[in-house]
């Protein structure tokens, strides 16, 4: 379809907040396009939509993960680039040495690209689990990265971090329960080794946001002030205290307040001075997570937002640091921050498509002889709408009066039909007729005036449901369960108007299996505005800054498996290369999941049709083709293919 004149690619740009978000990764191109920057303001682009039928082209059915690793070796280079300015502007006498938490995102390919792209930083990992250390010890082979040990610790998980230092890595065990201490030293006096330890603080300062209740004396991790005083006299006693390195604090995930972190930053660096006083060398400052994603661009100190920038963050860090530590003659410490959601956030792009839309029947139905009085009064009704100028303030009064109207006939038909006095012909002619007036009314309201509630509010009535080819509680279990909001929009398609409003409605049989949540002006919306649907021309609809978490997070609601997923970088000599691919569940594979199995599924269908063409049910064709059907399913994906 040809471009509107009347709407421009900005236009579209605009109205989904994508030059606030989606700086510096993604931008429309003239064709109407999405496209992807991989590597930000340094050169090389890709067209989304062209790289998705290329990709369709390989087999790769929607719905579909593109994950772009160039984005993820950029935001390693922005993260570390921002630590080094702020570190020569407020002359530090140390450096900063970051590491990737694990369970922001465990996917093989993901986590070997942070270890190799990191590698010129000394870029570490951190770990949470007995299994995540398992990745993180394989991975990182560095002897100046650092391994952070964090999460509830059995013996078995200390005495691998200890049995790792002699490997020549840097674990660093991270005491963030008291009873992890005697464990600690226990393991050390049977090993006849120790690792580098390290102490979690419960901070008095407060969060802010969805994760701030997650923090302050009744944080699930991390020990009191008495219980670090006591820690510290433990490892004394033990002869421990030479190994005590690291002082760590966590003030949540997605902080969008900067205040929050200033204020912990000084608490802990205070901390971190009379730590040293006491006899530990220490060495290390962990700030924790919480680097923020501008989800929706508003640049506020909102759940989807955040009031500071990587370097606003960077310069608070490395300045209220050196501010507690200089006056005491402390040598300042390495600096240690767990970016998980800002390293991996912006990486990946979830393309569906979609399948088709409902909206309400307000299609005119013909005349009929002999109609009903209240359908001749919604038809006259309807006639004096579509006979009122549009545009116009005036007719404000009118369309109001006409709506009232329409509502009133509309509920005299339904109390009609319930005495028997109207068919079910005739008021299916009512509804229609009652939705027909209010896409009327919609397409006469003027612009930029104070329109009346309940004429505003028509806009979102007729709002159609778009059915997506994904599932949520696979793909964005955070929309469902935490309300998360990450930008959506048509990658297609955007150099002309938008027309409907709309949300998505996913594949899965629950009524909490939708996308009804928006960017807006400062606070989301329910509704998006979208493109009525071609028959020839797929509507596609990306959701981004997904990286983080969304992946491992999912589950098989209605055994809807993972999407297919590909690992996308940019050529040397232009163009792209596909790095790897990971084919998405088939439903072979989800029904072993749940302990089917489905060789006996199959042998148990194979036996009831034989049955069936014994009584003469069923043809031995029709039979055949019902198994092939079956055996070709559990071959395909879960998601829905033309």
């Not at 890709?46 to 160039?70: A, C, H, K, T």
């Not at 991270?174 to 393991?187: L, Y």
């Not at 190994?243 to 802990?268: C, M, P, T, W, Y």
């Amino acid at each position: 379809m040809a471009a509107d004149a009347r709407w421009s690619i900005a236009d579209s740009a605009a109205l989904y907040g994508l030059e606030r978000w989606g700086e510096p990764y993604f931008s429309v191109n003239a064709r109407g396009h999405v496209i992807v920057q991989p590597r930000g303001d340094r050169g090389g682009a890709l067209d989304l939509v062209e790289l998705v039928q290329e990709l369709e082209g390989r087999n790769l059915s929607l719905p579909l993960l593109i994950r772009f690793d160039d984005i993820l070796e950029d935001r390693l280079e922005r993260l570390h680039a921002a630590f080094e300015r702020a570190i020569a502007q407020y002359g530090y006498a140390g450096r900063y040495q970051g590491v990737f938490p694990v369970k922001c995102n465990q996917q093989r390919h993901v986590v070997e690209e942070l270890a190799e792209s990191g590698r010129r930083w000394h870029f570490g990992l951190e770990a949470g689990s007995k299994a995540e250390l398992l990745i993180a010890l394989s991975l990182v082979d560095d002897p100046e990265a650092l391994l952070i040990c964090n999460g509830y610790k059995d013996q078995r998980y200390i005495e691998t971090a200890i049995l790792a230092r002699r490997l020549g890595r840097q674990p660093v065990v991270v005491i963030e329960q008291a009873d992890e201490v005697e464990r600690i030293i226990r393991a050390s006096r049977a090993l006849g080794a120790a690792p580098f330890i390290g102490i979690r603080a419960k901070l008095s300062s407060r969060s802010t946001g969805r994760w701030g209740s997650s923090v302050g004396e009744k944080a699930k991790f991390g020990l009191t002030i008495p219980d670090v005083l006591a820690t510290v006299e433990a490892l004394r006693e033990a002869g421990l205290l030479g190994d005590l390195r690291l002082l760590h604090f966590h003030v949540g995930s997605q902080i969008n307040d900067i205040a929050v972190l200033k204020d912990a930053l000084q608490e802990a660096g205070q901390i971190y001075v009379e730590l040293t006083k006491l006899g530990a060398p220490m060495g290390f400052l962990d700030v924790g997570g919480g680097l923020g994603v501008d989800y929706d661009g508003s640049r506020t100190a909102t759940a989807a937002s955040t009031n500071y920038s990587l370097q606003n963050y960077a310069n608070d860090v490395v300045a209220t640091v050196r501010e507690c530590c200089e006056p005491h003659g402390v040598t300042v410490p390495t600096l240690v921050s767990e970016s998980g959601r800002a390293i991996a956030s912006h990486f990946s792009v979830l393309v569906f498509n979609v399948l088709g839309t409902a909206t309400l029947p307000s299609a005119i139905p013909e005349l009929q002889e002999s109609e009903p009085l209240i359908v001749r009064n919604l038809r006259e009704t309807l006639h004096g709408i579509t006979t009122t100028a549009s545009g116009d303030e005036a007719v404000l009064s009118r369309l109001q009066e006409a709506w009232n109207d329409a509502i009133k006939f509309k509920e005299d038909a339904l109390a009609a039909f319930r005495l028997g006095y109207l068919t079910l012909p005739q008021r299916a002619m009512a509804e229609q007729l009652t939705w027909a007036c209010a896409e009327a009314i919609v397409e006469r309201l003027p612009r930029g005036s104070a329109i009346p509630d309940d004429l505003r509010q028509l806009r979102g009535a007729m709002a159609g449901t778009y059915y997506a080819n994904l599932s949520v509680f696979r793909s964005a279990p955070d929309t469902w369960a935490i309300e998360q909001l990450f930008p959506l929009m048509p990658i297609n398609r955007l150099d002309q108007e938008p027309t409907r409003l709309g949300h998505f409605a996913d594949l899965t049989c629950d009524s909490d299996g939708k996308l009804a949540r928006f960017i807006g002006d400062g606070q989301a919306k329910p509704l998006l505005e979208l493109h009525d649907l071609n028959p020839d021309e797929p509507y596609l609809i990306g959701m981004f800054l997904g990286g983080a978490y969304q992946e491992v997070m999912g589950n098989l609601h209605n055994l809807f498996g993972s999407t297919n997923a590909v690992h996308i970088r940019l050529a040397p000599g232009g163009g792209y290369q596909v790095d790897h691919v990971v084919r998405g569940n088939t439903n072979a594979q989800v029904l072993e999941a749940m302990e089917h199995n489905p060789g006996l599924l199959l042998e148990r269908l194979r036996v009831t049709s034989e049955a069936a063409i014994q009584r003469g049910q069923l043809k031995i064709s029709e039979a055949r083709r019902l198994m092939d059907h079956l055996e070709t399913s559990l071959r395909q994906t879960t998601y829905l293919q033309e």
